[in-house]
């Protein structure tokens, strides 16, 4: 299983790099969860099942931060210098941009690809408190 994470720049500018998903702080559970770890990866607020048709390429330009698994076919990115990224079943994106950056997800295979994705908005600052 690969795992994967997509930034952006301060230009706006989206850049894939390879992610270990073990290195994640994990918390192990009490009794007999010991051994079995989980980690907070961002506060969910929307679980979507995506579908890939072949073909399909949509450009994302807008972005909410979120934790992507491909459940089934291909998923391929492309960031916006034309770097790609084929994803299997199993392998995982990180994505961490919120504005604007000419990325892709696409599917070119022969059949539909099925993605899981978790929505995880960043956070918003709350407004400083009036004297």
Do not use: I
């Amino acid at each position: 299983m690969a795992g994967y994470r997509m930034t952006a720049d301060e230009r706006g500018q989206t850049h894939l790099e390879p992610m270990d998903l073990f290195a994640w702080p994990f918390e192990n559970g009490p009794g007999e969860f010991k051994g079995v770890g989980g980690a907070t990866m961002g506060d969910a607020n929307r679980v979507m099942l995506m579908r890939f048709e072949t073909g399909a390429r949509p450009g994302f330009h807008r972005a909410v931060p979120g934790f992507l698994v491909v459940l089934s076919g291909e998923l391929v990115v492309w960031d916006s210098a034309g770097t790609e990224v084929a994803l299997a079943p199993g392998d995982a994106l990180r994505c961490e941009t919120t504005g604007r950056g000419g990325w892709r997800l696409g599917n070119r295979v022969e059949q539909n690809t099925l993605v899981a994705l978790v929505q995880m908005p960043p956070k918003k600052s709350l407004p400083a408190e009036s004297a």
